[in-house]
């Protein structure tokens, strides 16, 4: 039900920076786990970020510890992915994701798959040059 819709993405270099940002609509904002996944050419969608309902939780993939943040404003309805330190291999489409609290897709699959999650954005386009 909630529509999701990514900018932010583009071109930069090797140690340069970026935020992502998802705004929400048509749903309870608030009521939905956040997640960032990325997908380079060739290989799977993988998790890079998640956060809570509330935001009072954040978890990140051990590729992007230390150099990514997830936040969300759910006053704003948008949730953020800012990128630091950004690496060759960070380039990929990221995508903005969501999945409500007790979904069963959720249930079913886990935070950390893509098939767990019921609300996708379109992707938005990193590339980072060396």
């Known amino acids: 039900q909630v529509q999701l819709v990514e900018s932010g993405g583009g071109l930069v270099q090797a140690g340069e920076s970026l935020r992502l940002s998802c705004a929400a609509s048509?749903?309870?904002?608030?009521?939905?786990?956040m997640a960032w996944f990325r997908q380079a050419p060739g290989k799977e969608r993988e998790i890079v970020a998640g956060?809570?309902?509330?935001?009072?939780?954040?978890d990140y993939a051990d590729s992007v510890k230390g150099r990514f943040t997830i936040s969300r404003d759910n006053a704003k309805n948008t949730v953020y992915l800012q990128m630091n330190s950004l690496k060759p291999e960070d380039t990929a489409v990221y995508y903005c994701?969501?999945?409500?609290?007790?979904?069963?897709?959720?249930?079913?699959?886990?935070?950390?798959?893509?098939?767990?999650?019921?609300?996708w954005g379109q992707g938005t386009q990193v590339t980072v040059s060396s």
């Open positions: 994701a969501a999945t409500r609290r007790y979904s069963p897709l959720t249930m079913r699959h886990g935070i950390n798959a893509p098939a767990g999650y019921d609300s």
């Open positions: 048509g749903g309870s904002f608030s009521a939905y786990r």
């Open positions: 956060i809570t309902w509330d935001g009072g939780s954040t």
